[in-house]
């Protein structure tokens, strides 16, 4: 068997050394990253359908999930949605197998009303938001890629690639950890905060500034005074959060866009800004660690949605990031790793076209003295790549 694992210096400075750097993430009610969820959800569900049903993961991808905004006439105390947002599920999936129809449609509706229901809660599903599922057949050629049960590992579905990175730096650590305890610790105890919180991170030098965009809900904002609270104390939890992860300065702000002399500010019915003209689309937010990174290489594959047992572009996104976060947790010395894992289609999964480390190495560290053992890691990782298919299934890892 040949990985060919190739490991190399990187040629250039690690991020944190850069004097500029730029990250992103948009939150889970982001109307891109509504998409990436509810493709998710349905594939999750899909492969569960198929387990159950038949026994192994038959063929589908739901990676093609469109949102088309709706319209929104939010006020103080509560407002209204006056056009639903759409919801269209697109993408392949087996009906049928040996003669017997499987419930993909239904299976695919369920899956799309639990995750809106609990990601954005004040969405009312039906009225406020309207889901529709066409899911075609698959390709004959790809269907019998996929078909290769006597194979223990899968044959992968295309030729492509995945990437990752790691450590994380401040920035995107900040970044990434801002939208999460917000949409989170800090929603628990302020309702008025949506999900639709999108959060920028620039670095110049050893000044971080954030810029937070948050969707305040209505109904739990009684005036102009009430949404200026609600907006400072993002603001100063971001800030507090902020200094928690670095010793660089700080500036945080929050809703830049709003005019209070013009009444102009980010005041939602439903807590997302696809009640009103945002439509959204899978594969265009966060890459597969939840962060967007234009410092560093980024796969264009969309990793929500695809069937997670032989397409490439969900398991070798998930699992280059994996393998990066596993080789600077476990070898001393590393500044910045780079991962990249290329895929021929046919080809057993766990034996990758070429996967790529470059990395960047503290000083004094030799990359000859710590080469043996990055090689060890990929090889027992990619020996390992079902375990990402399982992990993927079970839903206790995250693609957006």
């Known amino acids: 068997m040949s990985r060919n694992i190739r490991v190399s210096r990187l040629d250039r400075r690690a991020v944190e050394d850069q ?13 891109d990253s509504i998409c990436d969820g509810l493709a998710e959800s349905v594939s999750r569900a899909l492969s569960r359908l198929y387990l159950d049903r038949v026994g192994k993961v038959l063929h589908y991808n739901t990676d093609e999930t469109q949102l088309v905004a709706g319209r929104a006439a939010p006020a103080f105390g509560g407002g209204e949605v006056v056009e639903p947002i759409y919801i269209l599920i697109v993408g392949r999936a087996t009906k049928e197998y040996e003669g017997r129809q499987l419930p993909v449609d239904s299976t695919a509706l369920a899956a799309a009303r639990d995750y809106l229901g609990e990601t954005l809660p004040e969405l009312e599903y039906g009225t406020e938001v309207v889901v529709n599922v066409r899911l075609g057949e698959g390709s004959g050629d790809l269907q019998d890629v996929f078909g290769e049960e006597t194979q223990e590992v899968p044959m992968a579905n295309d030729t492509s690639y995945g990437v990752g990175h790691a450590p994380l730096t401040e920035t995107e650590t900040v970044v990434h950890r801002a939208e999460r305890e917000l949409n989170t610790t800090y929603h628990a105890d302020h309702p008025e905060l949506g999900p639709d919180v999108k959060v920028m991170g620039k670095r110049e030098g050893d000044r971080i500034d954030i810029t937070v965009a948050a969707a305040m809900v209505d109904r739990y904002v009684g005036d102009l005074d009430d949404y200026d609270d609600a907006v400072s104390s993002v603001r100063e939890f971001v800030t507090d959060l902020a200094e928690g992860h670095t010793d660089r300065e700080v500036h945080v702000d929050v809703n830049t866009a709003d005019d209070y002399d013009e009444g102009s500010i980010y005041l939602t ?10 439509d959204g689309s899978v594969g265009r937010g966060n890459r597969a660690n939840g962060l967007i990174t234009p410092n560093r290489p980024m796969s264009m594959e969309a990793t929500s949605g695809k069937n997670p047992v032989n397409h490439i572009g969900k398991i070798y996104n998930l699992l280059s990031t994996h393998i990066a976060e596993t080789v600077t947790d476990e070898v001393n010395g590393i500044r910045d790793l780079q991962v990249r894992l290329l895929s021929q289609i046919g080809r057993p999964i766990d034996e990758p076209h070429v996967a790529d480390a470059q990395i960047v190495t503290e000083d004094g560290v030799e ?3 710590i080469e043996d053992d990055v090689v060890a890691i990929f090889d027992d990782e990619l020996a390992d790549v079902t375990g990402v298919t399982r992990r993927v299934i079970e839903g206790n890892v995250s693609t957006f």
Do not use: W
């Open 269 to 278: 019915v439903t807590g997302t800004s696809a009640e009103q003209g945002d």
């Open 367 to 369: 990359l000859s003295a």
């Open 19 to 31: 004097s500029v750097e730029i990250v992103e993430r948009k939150g889970v009610g982001h109307p």
